[in-house]
């Protein structure tokens, strides 16, 4: 791979986790089937970490609510953190790997 290849590549941390939990990673451009996959459980995460959202705020917002209720949505918060924040340093490593954006505001 000469350097020019090398630059267009970068290495993109997955949304899923491998054997004992180790983060996985693709090297690629962004366009070749596994990138497309992560992008679709991404977009999943994300999506259900929104609906838990708002699933936490209508539990809370119920006095009735049980402490192994209160215990199965804080497990559920978490997981669903963690989703979270693997899909913002992947994100964000893109991003600082694309180098820095134009200074367009001035």
């Known amino acids: 791979m000469n350097g020019e290849q090398r630059d267009r590549h970068t290495l993109r941390l997955l949304p899923w986790t491998g054997d004992q939990g180790k983060p996985c990673y693709v090297l690629g451009d962004g366009t ?3 990138s ?3 992008d679709g459980i991404e977009s999943i995460q994300l999506g259900m970490a929104e609906d838990l ?3 936490a705020a209508d539990l809370l917002a119920d006095r009735r609510v049980t402490s192994g209720e209160l215990h199965f949505l804080a497990s559920r918060l978490s997981e669903s953190l963690g989703d979270v924040k693997r899909v913002a340093e992947s994100r964000g490593a893109r991003l600082e790997a694309a180098g820095p954006a134009p200074d367009n505001e001035k």
Do not use: K, P, S, Y
């Open 32 to 34: 070749g089937h596994v």
């Open 36 to 38: 497309r996959v992560a």
């Open 53 to 55: 959202l708002g699933h």
